[in-house]
C-alpha cells in the first residue's frame, strides 16, 4: 500500500482508492481538522487503529463527513483530548477515546450506528453524553469509569442495556432510556450511586445485577 505524509500525519492509500490516516501519535499541533481529501482527491474514510494512540498535543479534533469508521485505540490516552467533532461516521470501535481524561466535548452524527466496548470508558470529564437515535449498538462498558457523568440521553431504538454499560458513573444521576427497551444487561448501572429513578418500561427484564450497589433502586427494581 503506497504511503502519503503531510502536516506531520501519515496516511496510506488503499487499494480501493481510498485513504486511511493511519498514523498521528508524532502530531505536535493541538488542533487539528481532518481533511476530507488528500493527493488527487482521495477521499479520507477512516481513523485507523492507534492512529493518534497517546498522542501527548492534540487538543481538538475535527473528522469531515466523509471518515465512516473510526478504529480500536484511534485516540485512546491521548492525555489533552478535549473536544471531537465528528460529522459522518457509522462506527466508533472499541477503546476508540478510552483514558481521555480531559475531553469534555462529542458531537456526534446522526449517521453513527455503532459504538462498540469501552469507546468512552476512562473519559473522566465527561459530564453529558445525547446518543442519536439511529444508534442500534452500544457495546459494554462503553462509559465505564466516566466518574463526571451527568446525564445521558440513549438511543430511542436501543433494545438492550449492555453489561457495565455505566459501571461506576458515580456522578450520574439522569439517564433518558429507550421507550421500547427489552433488557438491561448485569451490571449496568452498578456503582451509580447518585443514580435518580430511571423510567423503566413494565416489560424489561432487568439482570439481578444491574443496579448493583445503587441502594433502594436495586431494590425497587429487582422486587418489581
Known amino acids: 500500500m503506497l504511503k502519503f505524509t503531510e502536516n506531520e500525519i501519515e ?10 490516516l493511519s498514523s498521528a501519535s508524532n502530531f505536535t499541533g493541538k488542533e487539528l481538522t481532518v481533511p476530507q481529501y488528500i493527493g ?21 479534533i475535527i473528522l469531515p463527513s466523509t471518515v465512516k469508521n473510526i478504529g480500536e485505540y484511534a485516540f485512546s490516552w491521548c492525555a489533552k483530548l478535549e473536544s471531537v467533532k465528528i460529522s459522518g461516521a457509522k462506527i466508533i470501535a472499541s477503546r476508540a477515546f478510552m483514558g481521555c ?22 473519559c473522566s470529564s465527561l459530564v453529558s453524553v445525547n446518543l442519536p437515535d439511529n444508534i442500534i449498538h452500544l457495546g459494554e ?3 465505564e469509569g466516566c466518574r463526571k457523568l451527568e446525564s445521558a440521553r ?3 431504538g436501543l433494545k438492550i442495556l449492555a453489561n457495565g454499560m455505566f459501571y461506576a458513573c458515580v456522578s450520574l444521576r439522569d439517564v433518558i ?8 444487561d448485569e451490571y449496568a448501572f452498578a456503582y451509580c450511586t447518585s443514580l435518580v429513578l430511571p423510567d423503566i418500561p413494565a ?8 443496579f448493583h450497589e445503587c441502594g433502594d433502586l436495586r431494590k425497587r427494581y429487582i422486587a418489581s
Open 177 to 184: 432510556l429507550p421507550e421500547y427497551v427489552d433488557y438491561i
Open 154 to 156: 440513549l438511543p430511542k
Open 101 to 122: 481524561g480531559k475531553l469534555k466535548n462529542i458531537t456526534l452524527p446522526s449517521s453513527l450506528k455503532r459504538i462498540e466496548e469501552k469507546a468512552f470508558s476512562y
Open 11 to 20: 496516511y496510506t492509500i488503499n487499494d480501493n482508492n481510498t485513504a486511511s
Open 141 to 143: 462498558m462503553v462509559f
Open 203 to 210: 416489560s424489561a427484564v432487568i439482570n439481578e445485577s444491574a
Open 40 to 60: 488527487n482527491n482521495i477521499p479520507v474514510v477512516e481513523i485507523s487503529d492507534r492512529a493518534f494512540y497517546r498522542n501527548e498535543n492534540i487538543c481538538d
